[in-house]
């Protein structure tokens, strides 16, 4: 984006239109002497560098599309201040001297103030002299300049142009297909106020319309938010198609408002886009690749409210299984899409997380009608306490509520995870038909008859509450055949110690963790005589022992 003094638009039958830079041999050229200046300029001061700016603009070319150019140019340099110590610091002691002295008027007092503040600091006087105003924007030096190619610059001028007309903007829409995903990541990590709506693009394919609030329909943070608008226009011309529609409002026009619109069509060619390769910037990966990750490195949440609460989320609930994404996929309800901040997913389940922060009454009103749109969808709404209203009411019956101060309530979330993973638990019971059930061998446990079914092994448990299969009977997570059972008994007779027992259950295809359990159904307890020493324990039949098998004499 560049300074709005800089803009080069054309203002024809209410529309406006930037003056774009066409990738001509004139241009070219241009665009290419301006790099070489700049590469020129490596190592001297500023001020030389603007010089030769105001050179070329005195040769008759657009100063707005020079110093355009230049602007983009500079904001790829390093300068530095070149001193022995700091100027302000310098300055100061001089001034303070001079008034000592009472005066420094003349040349030769000047001087003398200077040499004495030169000694104190430990310089030479004409490392002073230096010193004094080498922070000034024209004393300061070039360390850096990162070279771009002649007609990248040209076309990043033009992406420029627009951005800065849409700073101006009241509102603004564009239509986008290709690369939506990343786009709506952009509105959304960005902050802005928007509204979408779903369309059917070209040959069947998704399209979408986002309506935006431009910077100038706020009552502040409008330059923020204008930047905010400015970091989106990239992404939506690296679409594979799209256009633009906005209302812009000229200050300077008496406060007139005209119309913009671009398509794809028509400035592809001429304006950079986020998947523009510059081999001498990014060593020849593409810009949206490294921008994509450096964006999410840095910026991974839009406020520290979603921060804190999903670093307490994995903390505190992590081990409850749920995987927790930021900015999943957008939710379709017919022309409508919502993007939720965070999405809990299990075993094909999933819960979303809207954190609703800075807001308008219009834009909640949107938010509620997509809400209350998205059917089947089981949403938790967390609402900043302080900017809460009576409209967030109407969404307990399609979402559930929360309200906060500073922190969204993650012991809430999680009950309301939980409540989900019972009721998903009761959903997978009820379609086990306990009939087609097939029991194989002496030994069958919870956890295949899941496997087999393709459901959780507390669903399983669950719809085998109180079953009784013919010739089998349930201990623990088990189904025992009753002829084992007995047979098992009938070997526990036999012996004494405890570790003894739980071997021949454990050798007759009992798992360990419930080898007491059918030491327990059999009507057998452990005596422990030695402590803890296992090797001394026992066991006993208790005598009112009945069970599932028939009763042995101790």
Known sequence: MLPSNLLRAKISKGKIRPLYAGLDANTLALSERLVGVFRDERGRKKGELLERLREVEEEGTDFKLVRGLSTLLERRCTFEVESQTSPMAARMAVFEEASKERRATTAEERQAVVGKVALKLGLSPEALEKTLYSDLEEELVMREFRPIG??????????????????????????????????????????????????????????????VDGPLSLFKFTERYGTSIAKLVPWIASADKWSLKAEILARSKGGRVYSFEEKDAEVREIIATTTDDDEEEEGGKGRAAAGIAAVGKARAFD??????????????????????????????????????????EKKGAKVYLEVVGFWTPEYLERKIAKLNSI????????????????????????????????????????????????????????????????????????????????????????????????????????????????????????????????????????????????????????????????????????????????????
């Open 303 to 344: 406020s520290s409210v979603e921060e804190r609460f999903a670093n307490s989320f994995l903390a505190s609930y992590g081990s409850m299984g749920w995987t927790l994404r930021r900015e999943p996929e957008p939710l379709v309800a017919g022309r409508h899409v919502l993007i939720p901040d965070f999405s809990f």
């Open 375 to 554: 059917a089947g969808v089981d949403m938790i709404v967390a609402a900043d306490e302080s900017l809460a209203c009576s409209k967030l009411q109407r969404l307990k019956e399609k979402a559930r509520v929360v309200y906060y101060k500073k922190e969204v309530p993650v012991k809430q979330v999680a009950e309301h995870l939980r409540e989900k993973e019972g009721s998903m638990t009761t959903e997978e019971a009820a379609r086990i038909d306990r009939g087609s059930i097939a029991f194989r061998g002496d030994v069958v446990s919870i956890e295949e008859i899941a496997r087999e079914k393709a459901v959780s092994r507390e669903a399983a448990s669950l719809a085998l509450q109180g079953f009784k299969p013919e010739g089998y009977e349930r201990v623990g997570d088990l189904f025992v055949s009753r002829e084992k059972l007995s047979e098992i008994d009938g070997k526990l007779s036999e012996v004494e110690k405890l570790t003894e027992a739980l071997r021949i259950i454990e050798s007759s295809g009992v798992r360990e963790d419930n080898a007491t359990k059918v030491l327990d159904f059999l009507g057998y307890s452990s005596v422990w005589e030695g402590g803890v020493d296992m090797e001394m324990a026992r066991i006993s039949k208790r005598p009112s022992a009945g069970g599932g098998a028939a009763p042995k004499e101790a």
């Open 150 to 211: 002649a007609d990248l610059l040209v076309r990043r001028y033009n992406l420029s142009l627009m951005q800065t007309l849409l700073f101006k903007s009241l509102r603004f829409e564009f239509t986008s297909s290709g690369n939506w995903k990343e786009i709506f990541r952009e509105v959304k990590r960005n902050g802005l106020i928007y509204s979408v709506e779903k369309e059917e693009g070209e040959g069947g394919a998704a399209a979408y319309l986002v309506s």
